[in-house]
């Protein structure tokens, strides 16, 4: 079955406790992206990877790391969590850059 | 710039109305997709149609239609016949800058549905 998988799907923890969740797609995409989805502010992207090794920064990158160095997989770092991280986030995959985006089942991350 | 506004911040229907759900966008590329997304209250999102810029047909799936306007730059969504399970929240979403590396999906801010029975 072709998808998107997201872990942890839910994740308590505290200030500066360094974390990741994982990102992993078996369509053989190119284009990975991650999302996060505040009340408010709809979806807004953090950082995507157009292929192996090749990543930049969206709309809201501050606090985040990313790495590409397999075609599946990308995952998402927090190296320092802080409060206001705390929020839903989604990983999604395509083809290509204009192509259907698939989505994660997302990642309910708390941040105390 | 682009951006998609979706202004019905929330549509409250009892099952079997017809319900529209607006969606207007702004861009400056002849080239662009429109997409709708569905987020029922489990929270993953669900794809449910590409639309790209050269294409006003409309279309038609089931119980769902789209109807796609370029000269309003609109893109709304209309659910017929509606069901409790049509309860979600919906964004529409925006793909431009087709020459321009690392576009995002830029999404409105969701319209959310509620029908009850």
């Known amino acids: 079955e072709a998808q998107v998988t997201q872990n942890p799907r839910y994740l308590i923890t505290v200030t500066g406790k360094k974390l990741t969740v994982t990102c992993s797609q078996n369509?053989?995409?190119?284009?990975m992206s991650w999302y996060r989805q505040d009340p408010g502010l709809g979806l807004r992207q953090i950082y995507y990877s157009m292929n192996v090794e090749v990543t930049d920064k969206g709309d809201v990158p501050e606090g985040y790391k990313v790495s590409r160095k397999e075609k599946r997989n990308f995952p998402l770092i927090l190296e320092s969590p802080s409060p206001n991280q705390t929020s839903l986030y989604f990983c999604?995959?395509?083809?290509?850059?204009?192509?259907?985006?698939?989505f994660g089942p997302g990642t309910r991350l708390l941040v105390l | 710039a682009q951006k998609v506004t979706q202004a019905q911040t929330e549509i409250s229907v009892v099952e079997k109305e017809d319900v529209t759900l607006d969606c207007v966008y702004e861009t400056r590329d002849t080239t662009y997709y429109l997409f709708w997304y569905k987020q029922p209250p489990s929270g993953e999102l669900v794809f449910l149609i590409r639309?790209?810029?050269?294409?006003?047909q409309n279309e038609i799936s089931g119980r769902y239609s789209w109807n796609f306007q370029k000269s309003t730059s609109s893109f709304n969504f209309t659910i017929t016949a509606s069901q409790v399970v049509d309860s979600a929240v919906y964004f529409c979403?925006?793909?431009?800058?087709?020459?321009?590396?690392?576009?995002?999906?830029?999404f409105g801010k969701g319209t959310t549905l509620s029908v009850s029975s």
């Open positions: 369509m053989n995409h190119e284009y």
């Open positions: 639309r790209n810029s050269f294409d006003e």
């Open positions: 979403a925006l793909s431009a800058g087709l020459n321009q590396a690392g576009t995002a999906l830029i």
């Open positions: 999604a995959s395509s083809a290509g850059e204009q192509e259907t985006q698939y």
